[in-house]
Protein backbone atom coordinates (compact mmCIF):
# COMPACT_ATOMS: atom_id res chain seq x y z
CA UNK A 1 0.00 0.00 0.00
CA UNK A 2 1.14 3.08 -1.05
CA UNK A 3 0.72 6.59 0.82
CA UNK A 4 0.21 9.92 -0.55
CA UNK A 5 3.52 12.07 -1.14
CA UNK A 6 1.65 15.01 0.97
CA UNK A 7 1.17 12.80 3.85
CA UNK A 8 4.30 11.30 4.41
CA UNK A 9 5.55 11.78 7.70
CA UNK A 10 9.01 11.95 9.44
CA UNK A 11 8.35 9.56 12.53
CA UNK A 12 10.27 8.32 15.67
CA UNK A 13 9.08 4.83 16.62
CA UNK A 14 10.67 5.12 20.05
CA UNK A 15 10.73 1.61 21.57
CA UNK A 16 12.53 1.51 24.83
CA UNK A 17 12.30 -2.38 24.75
CA UNK A 18 13.43 -2.92 21.25
CA UNK A 19 11.09 -5.39 20.66
CA UNK A 20 10.14 -7.65 17.45
CA UNK A 21 6.61 -6.12 16.64
CA UNK A 22 7.44 -2.38 17.08
CA UNK A 23 10.39 -3.16 14.82
CA UNK A 24 8.00 -4.43 12.38
CA UNK A 25 6.12 -1.13 12.40
CA UNK A 26 8.49 0.60 11.79
CA UNK A 27 9.85 -1.26 8.90
CA UNK A 28 5.97 -1.07 7.32
CA UNK A 29 5.73 2.29 7.88
CA UNK A 30 9.26 3.06 6.35
CA UNK A 31 8.03 0.97 3.50
CA UNK A 32 5.09 3.25 2.82
CA UNK A 33 7.79 6.04 2.55
CA UNK A 34 7.72 7.76 5.60
CA UNK A 35 10.92 8.71 7.04
CA UNK A 36 11.23 6.71 10.02
CA UNK A 37 13.67 6.47 12.88
CA UNK A 38 13.47 3.52 15.25
CA UNK A 39 15.10 3.86 18.70
CA UNK A 40 15.68 1.95 21.42
CA UNK A 41 17.24 1.31 24.67
CA UNK A 42 21.31 0.58 24.52
CA UNK A 43 20.74 -0.69 27.81
CA UNK A 44 17.73 -2.89 28.37
CA UNK A 45 18.52 -6.44 28.68
CA UNK A 46 15.43 -8.55 26.48
CA UNK A 47 14.07 -10.49 23.77
CA UNK A 48 15.07 -8.04 21.11
CA UNK A 49 13.87 -7.57 17.39
CA UNK A 50 15.71 -6.78 14.19
CA UNK A 51 17.02 -3.74 15.14
CA UNK A 52 19.10 -2.87 12.22
CA UNK A 53 18.94 -1.95 8.47
CA UNK A 54 18.68 -5.19 6.44
CA UNK A 55 18.73 -5.96 2.58
CA UNK A 56 15.40 -4.71 1.27
CA UNK A 57 15.11 -2.33 3.86
CA UNK A 58 13.84 0.85 2.76
CA UNK A 59 16.69 3.55 2.71
CA UNK A 60 14.16 5.50 4.77
CA UNK A 61 14.47 3.92 7.68
CA UNK A 62 17.14 4.10 10.16
CA UNK A 63 18.01 2.52 13.52
CA UNK A 64 19.95 3.57 16.47
CA UNK A 65 20.13 3.28 20.47
CA UNK A 66 20.15 5.75 23.42
CA UNK A 67 22.85 5.29 25.64
CA UNK A 68 23.29 6.34 29.26
CA UNK A 69 26.34 4.59 29.95
CA UNK A 70 25.58 2.75 32.42
CA UNK A 71 23.28 -0.66 33.30
CA UNK A 72 19.92 -0.31 33.83
CA UNK A 73 19.43 -1.49 37.41
CA UNK A 74 15.12 -1.66 37.20
CA UNK A 75 14.91 -3.33 41.13
CA UNK A 76 17.19 -0.98 42.86
CA UNK A 77 15.44 2.13 43.55
CA UNK A 78 18.05 4.96 44.11
CA UNK A 79 19.87 3.79 41.07
CA UNK A 80 16.92 2.92 38.60
CA UNK A 81 15.39 6.85 39.65
CA UNK A 82 18.94 8.47 38.43
CA UNK A 83 18.88 6.33 35.80
CA UNK A 84 15.17 7.13 34.29
CA UNK A 85 15.99 10.62 35.13
CA UNK A 86 19.14 10.36 32.75
CA UNK A 87 17.66 8.29 29.99
CA UNK A 88 15.25 11.25 29.88
CA UNK A 89 17.54 13.72 29.43
CA UNK A 90 19.49 11.85 26.59
CA UNK A 91 16.17 10.41 24.85
CA UNK A 92 15.07 14.35 24.98
CA UNK A 93 18.28 15.55 23.60
CA UNK A 94 18.19 13.23 20.98
CA UNK A 95 14.68 13.88 19.81
CA UNK A 96 15.27 18.13 20.24
CA UNK A 97 15.31 18.63 16.90
CA UNK A 98 13.16 16.53 15.47
CA UNK A 99 10.68 17.64 12.71
CA UNK A 100 8.03 15.05 12.67
CA UNK A 101 5.41 12.41 14.80
CA UNK A 102 6.98 10.71 18.02
CA UNK A 103 6.12 7.21 19.25
CA UNK A 104 6.69 6.04 22.54
CA UNK A 105 6.58 2.62 23.99
CA UNK A 106 7.85 1.21 26.81
CA UNK A 107 9.25 4.11 27.75
CA UNK A 108 9.86 3.87 31.90
CA UNK A 109 7.73 6.93 33.46
CA UNK A 110 10.27 9.16 35.00
CA UNK A 111 11.71 8.98 31.92
CA UNK A 112 8.88 9.52 29.38
CA UNK A 113 7.63 12.66 31.80
CA UNK A 114 11.07 14.54 31.41
CA UNK A 115 10.49 13.73 27.47
CA UNK A 116 6.37 14.58 27.65
CA UNK A 117 8.19 18.31 29.30
CA UNK A 118 10.43 18.47 26.42
CA UNK A 119 7.57 17.60 24.10
CA UNK A 120 5.25 20.49 25.45
CA UNK A 121 7.81 23.22 24.98
CA UNK A 122 8.74 22.19 21.87
CA UNK A 123 5.11 21.52 20.61
CA UNK A 124 6.71 18.30 19.24
CA UNK A 125 3.24 15.68 18.28
CA UNK A 126 3.75 12.74 19.96
CA UNK A 127 1.55 9.17 20.72
CA UNK A 128 1.56 7.00 23.67
CA UNK A 129 1.47 3.52 22.73
CA UNK A 130 0.44 2.48 26.06
CA UNK A 131 1.44 -1.37 26.82
CA UNK A 132 1.69 -0.96 30.30
CA UNK A 133 -0.02 0.91 32.98
CA UNK A 134 3.44 1.59 34.55
CA UNK A 135 2.53 3.22 37.59
CA UNK A 136 0.22 0.14 38.69
CA UNK A 137 3.59 -2.05 38.40
CA UNK A 138 5.51 0.69 40.47
CA UNK A 139 2.93 0.83 43.24
CA UNK A 140 2.69 -2.59 43.50
CA UNK A 141 7.10 -2.44 44.02
CA UNK A 142 6.42 0.39 46.66
CA UNK A 143 3.97 -1.45 48.37
CA UNK A 144 6.69 -4.63 48.72
CA UNK A 145 9.64 -1.95 49.76
CA UNK A 146 7.56 0.43 52.13
CA UNK A 147 5.58 0.77 55.05
CA UNK A 148 1.72 1.16 53.76
CA UNK A 149 1.91 4.75 55.37
CA UNK A 150 4.43 5.72 52.91
CA UNK A 151 3.71 3.18 50.16
CA UNK A 152 0.15 4.52 49.47
CA UNK A 153 1.19 8.77 48.71
CA UNK A 154 3.76 6.95 46.64
CA UNK A 155 1.59 5.25 44.48
CA UNK A 156 -0.74 8.09 44.33
CA UNK A 157 1.37 10.14 43.19
CA UNK A 158 2.89 7.87 40.36
CA UNK A 159 -0.46 7.59 38.98
CA UNK A 160 -0.77 11.44 38.75
CA UNK A 161 2.23 11.23 36.69
CA UNK A 162 0.88 8.79 34.09
CA UNK A 163 -2.22 10.28 33.91
CA UNK A 164 -0.66 13.44 33.26
CA UNK A 165 1.35 12.05 30.48
CA UNK A 166 -1.55 10.50 28.46
CA UNK A 167 -3.72 13.76 28.51
CA UNK A 168 -0.71 15.61 27.40
CA UNK A 169 0.03 12.92 24.59
CA UNK A 170 -1.63 13.99 21.04
CA UNK A 171 -2.66 10.81 21.23
CA UNK A 172 -3.02 7.21 23.03
CA UNK A 173 -2.80 4.46 21.60
CA UNK A 174 -4.08 1.04 23.80
CA UNK A 175 -3.44 -2.65 23.20
CA UNK A 176 -6.37 -3.62 25.04
CA UNK A 177 -9.95 -2.08 25.87
CA UNK A 178 -9.37 -2.78 29.87
CA UNK A 179 -7.13 0.60 29.24
CA UNK A 180 -10.09 2.62 28.34
CA UNK A 181 -11.57 2.40 31.92
CA UNK A 182 -8.26 3.80 33.33
CA UNK A 183 -8.57 6.57 31.15
CA UNK A 184 -11.80 7.74 32.48
CA UNK A 185 -10.73 7.87 36.04
CA UNK A 186 -7.48 9.65 34.44
CA UNK A 187 -9.64 12.27 32.19
CA UNK A 188 -8.26 11.19 29.02
CA UNK A 189 -10.52 12.77 25.96
CA UNK A 190 -11.90 9.73 24.76
CA UNK A 191 -11.91 11.32 21.36
CA UNK A 192 -7.95 11.01 21.64
CA UNK A 193 -7.71 6.99 22.12
CA UNK A 194 -7.82 4.14 20.08
CA UNK A 195 -7.34 0.53 20.71
CA UNK A 196 -4.88 -1.33 18.68
CA UNK A 197 -4.29 -4.82 20.05
CA UNK A 198 -0.10 -6.26 19.90
CA UNK A 199 0.97 -8.64 16.96
CA UNK A 200 3.71 -10.38 16.15
CA UNK A 201 5.41 -10.53 12.49
CA UNK A 202 4.45 -13.69 10.73
CA UNK A 203 6.96 -13.03 7.71
CA UNK A 204 10.15 -13.05 10.75
CA UNK A 205 8.66 -15.69 13.25
CA UNK A 206 7.64 -18.59 11.17
CA UNK A 207 7.41 -22.57 12.27
CA UNK A 208 10.54 -24.32 11.26
CA UNK A 209 11.70 -27.99 12.05
CA UNK A 210 11.96 -29.10 15.58
CA UNK A 211 15.65 -30.34 15.00
CA UNK A 212 17.95 -27.03 13.52
CA UNK A 213 20.71 -25.05 14.24
CA UNK A 214 18.98 -24.34 18.05
CA UNK A 215 18.14 -27.41 19.28
CA UNK A 216 22.12 -28.53 19.47
CA UNK A 217 22.08 -25.01 21.37
CA UNK A 218 19.92 -25.67 23.22
CA UNK A 219 19.04 -29.07 24.23
CA UNK A 220 22.25 -30.50 23.97
CA UNK A 221 21.98 -32.13 26.80
CA UNK A 222 18.49 -34.03 26.02
CA UNK A 223 17.42 -37.20 24.44
CA UNK A 224 15.32 -36.93 20.60
CA UNK A 225 12.35 -38.69 22.47
CA UNK A 226 11.98 -35.82 25.57
CA UNK A 227 8.91 -33.75 25.50
CA UNK A 228 10.45 -30.15 25.39
CA UNK A 229 9.46 -26.68 27.49
CA UNK A 230 10.54 -23.88 26.64
CA UNK A 231 10.08 -20.25 28.36
CA UNK A 232 11.71 -17.76 26.50
CA UNK A 233 11.27 -14.01 27.50
CA UNK A 234 11.38 -11.67 30.48
CA UNK A 235 11.16 -12.66 34.05
CA UNK A 236 10.33 -9.78 35.82
CA UNK A 237 7.78 -9.02 38.34
CA UNK A 238 4.85 -10.11 36.81
CA UNK A 239 5.89 -13.83 36.24
CA UNK A 240 6.28 -16.27 38.56
CA UNK A 241 9.54 -18.36 38.11
CA UNK A 242 8.77 -20.98 40.45
CA UNK A 243 5.87 -22.04 38.49
CA UNK A 244 8.10 -23.34 35.56
CA UNK A 245 9.93 -25.99 38.34
CA UNK A 246 5.79 -26.73 39.70
CA UNK A 247 5.01 -27.79 35.63
CA UNK A 248 8.08 -29.86 34.99
CA UNK A 249 8.41 -31.64 38.10
CA UNK A 250 4.87 -32.33 37.64
CA UNK A 251 5.19 -33.53 34.33
CA UNK A 252 8.12 -35.21 35.29
CA UNK A 253 5.41 -37.09 38.21
CA UNK A 254 2.85 -37.95 35.51
CA UNK A 255 5.69 -39.61 34.03
CA UNK A 256 6.53 -37.77 31.17
CA UNK A 257 9.92 -37.92 29.66
CA UNK A 258 9.59 -33.62 29.93
CA UNK A 259 13.13 -31.44 30.04
CA UNK A 260 12.80 -27.68 30.33
CA UNK A 261 14.46 -25.17 29.00
CA UNK A 262 14.72 -21.29 29.98
CA UNK A 263 15.76 -18.30 27.41
CA UNK A 264 16.14 -15.66 29.80
CA UNK A 265 18.10 -12.98 32.00
CA UNK A 266 17.74 -11.25 34.69
CA UNK A 267 16.89 -11.00 38.17
CA UNK A 268 14.28 -13.61 38.12
CA UNK A 269 16.26 -15.79 35.68
CA UNK A 270 18.86 -15.95 38.84
CA UNK A 271 16.03 -16.91 41.06
CA UNK A 272 15.07 -19.51 39.12
CA UNK A 273 18.89 -21.07 39.08
CA UNK A 274 18.56 -20.72 42.72
CA UNK A 275 15.24 -22.54 42.94
CA UNK A 276 16.63 -25.28 40.45
CA UNK A 277 19.91 -26.31 42.90
CA UNK A 278 16.97 -27.22 45.51
CA UNK A 279 15.96 -29.63 43.33
CA UNK A 280 19.10 -31.46 42.30
CA UNK A 281 19.35 -33.49 38.90
CA UNK A 282 15.62 -31.63 37.57
CA UNK A 283 15.95 -31.42 33.72
CA UNK A 284 16.48 -27.72 33.40
CA UNK A 285 18.66 -25.72 31.39
CA UNK A 286 19.16 -21.68 31.87
CA UNK A 287 19.84 -19.51 28.51
CA UNK A 288 20.47 -15.78 27.51
CA UNK A 289 18.84 -14.22 25.16
CA UNK A 290 19.24 -15.23 21.77
CA UNK A 291 20.10 -13.05 18.64
CA UNK A 292 16.72 -11.83 16.74
CA UNK A 293 17.39 -13.59 13.80
CA UNK A 294 17.59 -16.78 15.76
CA UNK A 295 14.08 -16.33 17.08
CA UNK A 296 11.86 -18.82 14.76
CA UNK A 297 14.35 -22.08 15.41
CA UNK A 298 14.38 -21.10 18.92
CA UNK A 299 10.99 -21.22 19.55
CA UNK A 300 10.99 -24.24 16.79
CA UNK A 301 13.16 -26.50 18.60
CA UNK A 302 10.34 -26.95 21.54
CA UNK A 303 7.80 -29.16 21.55
CA UNK A 304 5.52 -26.71 23.83
CA UNK A 305 6.09 -22.83 24.68
CA UNK A 306 5.19 -21.64 28.01
CA UNK A 307 3.83 -18.42 29.19
CA UNK A 308 3.56 -16.64 32.88
CA UNK A 309 1.26 -14.07 34.19
CA UNK A 310 0.23 -13.18 37.73
CA UNK A 311 -2.51 -12.09 38.88
CA UNK A 312 -2.11 -8.44 40.10
CA UNK A 313 -0.96 -7.52 36.56
CA UNK A 314 -3.66 -9.10 34.87
CA UNK A 315 -5.49 -6.11 33.91
CA UNK A 316 -3.24 -3.44 32.52
CA UNK A 317 -0.69 -6.36 31.09
CA UNK A 318 -1.30 -8.65 28.21
CA UNK A 319 1.92 -10.83 27.25
CA UNK A 320 3.16 -9.91 23.83
CA UNK A 321 5.47 -13.26 23.88
CA UNK A 322 2.06 -15.50 24.01
CA UNK A 323 1.72 -13.30 19.87
CA UNK A 324 5.28 -14.39 19.30
CA UNK A 325 4.78 -18.33 20.64
CA UNK A 326 1.59 -18.30 18.24
CA UNK A 327 3.46 -16.88 15.45
CA UNK A 328 5.97 -20.12 15.59
CA UNK A 329 3.48 -22.59 15.40
CA UNK A 330 3.86 -24.43 18.58
CA UNK A 331 1.31 -25.61 21.50
CA UNK A 332 1.10 -23.21 24.12
CA UNK A 333 0.73 -23.49 27.71
CA UNK A 334 -0.21 -20.05 29.58
CA UNK A 335 -0.37 -19.81 33.45
CA UNK A 336 -2.39 -16.86 33.90
CA UNK A 337 -5.44 -15.62 34.84
CA UNK A 338 -8.13 -16.54 32.66
CA UNK A 339 -9.68 -12.91 32.47
CA UNK A 340 -6.50 -12.01 30.10
CA UNK A 341 -6.53 -11.59 26.40
CA UNK A 342 -3.53 -13.69 26.00
CA UNK A 343 -5.56 -16.80 27.42
CA UNK A 344 -8.17 -16.08 25.07
CA UNK A 345 -5.84 -16.47 22.25
CA UNK A 346 -4.54 -19.81 24.24
CA UNK A 347 -7.60 -21.39 24.22
CA UNK A 348 -8.39 -20.57 20.79
CA UNK A 349 -5.29 -21.88 19.13
CA UNK A 350 -6.54 -25.43 21.04
CA UNK A 351 -3.69 -24.85 23.75
CA UNK A 352 -4.06 -24.63 27.47
CA UNK A 353 -4.65 -21.90 29.96
CA UNK A 354 -4.36 -22.67 34.17
CA UNK A 355 -4.38 -20.42 37.52
CA UNK A 356 -0.49 -19.53 38.21
CA UNK A 357 -0.55 -21.80 40.99
CA UNK A 358 1.33 -24.75 41.86
CA UNK A 359 -2.22 -26.66 41.11
CA UNK A 360 -2.55 -24.69 37.70
CA UNK A 361 0.43 -26.28 36.63
CA UNK A 362 -0.02 -29.84 37.66
CA UNK A 363 -3.40 -29.43 35.98
CA UNK A 364 -1.24 -28.35 33.02
CA UNK A 365 0.79 -31.38 33.48
CA UNK A 366 -1.68 -33.59 33.21
CA UNK A 367 -3.05 -31.81 30.04
CA UNK A 368 0.47 -32.35 28.52
CA UNK A 369 0.36 -35.85 29.38
CA UNK A 370 -3.26 -36.19 27.59
CA UNK A 371 -3.20 -34.40 24.65
CA UNK A 372 0.38 -32.92 24.22
CA UNK A 373 2.80 -35.85 24.78
CA UNK A 374 2.04 -37.47 21.13
CA UNK A 375 3.48 -35.93 18.36
CA UNK A 376 1.14 -35.99 16.06
CA UNK A 377 -1.36 -34.16 18.06
CA UNK A 378 1.44 -31.36 18.88
CA UNK A 379 1.63 -30.79 14.69
CA UNK A 380 -1.88 -30.49 14.52
CA UNK A 381 -2.25 -27.93 17.59
CA UNK A 382 0.69 -26.15 16.41
CA UNK A 383 -1.06 -25.82 13.18
CA UNK A 384 -3.89 -24.12 14.25
CA UNK A 385 -1.81 -22.12 16.85
CA UNK A 386 0.07 -20.46 13.42
CA UNK A 387 -3.80 -20.39 11.35
CA UNK A 388 -4.97 -18.00 14.67
CA UNK A 389 -1.83 -15.97 14.62
CA UNK A 390 -2.02 -15.53 10.25
CA UNK A 391 -6.12 -14.71 11.23
CA UNK A 392 -5.64 -12.30 13.54
CA UNK A 393 -2.33 -10.30 12.71
CA UNK A 394 -3.28 -8.50 9.57
CA UNK A 395 -0.45 -5.99 9.00
CA UNK A 396 -1.76 -3.50 6.66
CA UNK A 397 -4.53 -2.66 8.90
CA UNK A 398 -2.48 -2.19 11.76
CA UNK A 399 0.06 0.03 9.59
CA UNK A 400 -2.87 2.05 8.08
CA UNK A 401 -4.36 2.27 11.52
CA UNK A 402 -1.21 3.51 13.05
CA UNK A 403 -0.41 5.51 9.89
CA UNK A 404 -3.95 7.50 10.04
CA UNK A 405 -2.91 9.01 13.55
CA UNK A 406 0.19 9.54 12.79
CA UNK A 407 -1.06 11.77 9.33
CA UNK A 408 -3.76 13.83 11.49
CA UNK A 409 -1.28 14.63 14.17
CA UNK A 410 1.26 15.95 11.48
CA UNK A 411 -1.21 18.13 9.50
CA UNK A 412 -2.09 19.45 13.08
CA UNK A 413 1.08 20.40 13.42
CA UNK A 414 1.60 21.75 10.28
CA UNK A 415 -1.79 24.03 10.78
Request: proline share 6%; with cysteine; net charge neutral.
Amino acid sequence: MSTSADDLVDVVVHDFSGHPFQADLARRLAARGHRVLHLSSAEYVGGKGRLQREPGDPDTLTFDQIAVGRPFNKYKAADRIRWERAYGRAATARLADWPGVVITCNVPLLAMAAFVRAARRRRTPWIFWHQDVYSAAMADEAGRRLPRSLAKPVAAGFDRLEAWCARKAGHVIAIGDAFTAVYQRWRVDPAKVSVIPNWAPLEEIVPVERDNGQSTSLWSATQESDLRLLYAGTLGRKHNPSLLIDLLVAARDARLSAVLSVVSEGEGAEDLRRLATEQPGLPMTLHPFQPAELLSETLGSADVLVGLLEPEATMFSIPSKVLTYMASGRPIIGLMPLDNPAAADITACDGYVDEPTRAGAQRAAAWLSDRANDPATREAIGKRTRGVAEEKFDPDRITSAFESVIIALAAGRRR
